[in-house]
């Protein structure tokens, strides 16, 4: 079954890490798309560099940027091959995010 991984990152969450230890993140990010389960995946660009529309009263408004502070930030997501939820959730605990204040949100995607 494919799973989402969706990775949502807490903002500042790599301020006062040295570069050693970005690197590490960085390093155990690569690895999770090098196993086998991996479908794909890809990193957002910053919240600051979003565009949010909406629909109102038939008009289309665009604001830059997220649309409200939060927690959490969409960083990005991983597209995966389980057995089951339980593969999927063990792929999940092993990306950075959930142990640096983030989380990941794991959702089975819609088969066609």
């Known amino acids: 079954m494919r799973y989402a991984l969706l990775i949502n990152e807490r903002p500042g969450a790599y301020d006062g890490l040295t570069a ?5 993140i960085t390093a ?4 999770l798309m090098k196993d086998e389960r ?5 990193r957002l660009q910053p919240a600051e560099t979003a565009t949010t529309v909406r629909i109102q009263g038939g008009r289309t408004l665009m604001t830059d940027g997220p649309f ?12 995966v091959e389980a057995e089951d939820l339980d593969d999927a959730l ?3 605990a092993r ?3 959930a142990r640096l ?3 990941v949100e794991v959702r089975p995607l819609v088969e066609r």
Not at 38 to 42: A, K, L, R
Not at 68 to 75: M, N, R, V
Request: avoid cysteine; charge should be negative; glycine fraction near 18%.
């Open 101 to 103: 204040g983030g989380s």
């Open 68 to 79: 409200a502070d939060t927690k959490e930030i969409f960083g990005g997501f991983y597209i």
């Open 38 to 42: 991996m479908i794909g995946g890809e």
């Open 20 to 24: 050693d230890e970005r690197a590490a």
């Open 95 to 97: 990306v950075p995010a």
């Open 90 to 92: 063990e792929l999940a």
């Open 28 to 31: 155990e990010y690569v690895a």
